[in-house]
């Protein structure tokens, strides 16, 4: 079983940046393409950023692309999720997961993700 583990969330002011991670328990992320998903209250869950088994490969949401970067390290079986430039639309709970199969391919779709953590609030005051 495995489990996924967000932290990092918190409330910032507009403008400002926040580092999410996610770090996995039962499992290496070694290897396994994540996803970043968010979902604001009221409204569906939405895909933010991907990243590739290697790290060599990233996507993003058009709404988040020059702000936020995802990155990992394999050895220290971490993701990160960089947030900068943050807006009050970003608002959210921010949710990590984990796809294992296709390690090379990214994912836009939340029925590509196997694993899922339980999420980390984001709150972006204007």
């Known amino acids: 079983q495995v489990q996924l583990v967000e932290s990092g969330g918190g409330l910032v002011q507009a403008g400002g940046s926040l580092r999410l991670s996610c770090a996995p328990s039962?499992?290496?992320?070694?290897?396994?393409?994540m996803g970043w998903f968010r979902q604001a209250t009221g409204k569906e869950r939405e895909f933010v950023a991907a990243?590739?088994?290697?790290?060599?490969?990233?996507n993003y949401a058009d709404s988040v692309k020059g702000r936020f970067t995802f990155s990992r390290d394999n050895a220290k079986n971490t993701v990160w999720l960089q947030m900068n430039s943050l807006k009050p639309e970003d608002t959210g709970v921010y949710y990590c997961?984990?796809?294992?199969?296709?390690?090379?391919?990214?994912?836009?779709?939340?029925?590509?993700?196997?694993?899922w953590g339980r999420g980390t609030q984001v709150t972006v005051s204007s």
């Open positions: 039962g499992r290496t992320l070694s290897g396994y393409a």
């Open positions: 990243i590739s088994g290697s790290g060599s490969t990233t």
């Open positions: 997961a984990l796809k294992s199969w296709g390690a090379a391919e990214t994912s836009v779709y939340g029925y590509d993700y196997d694993y």
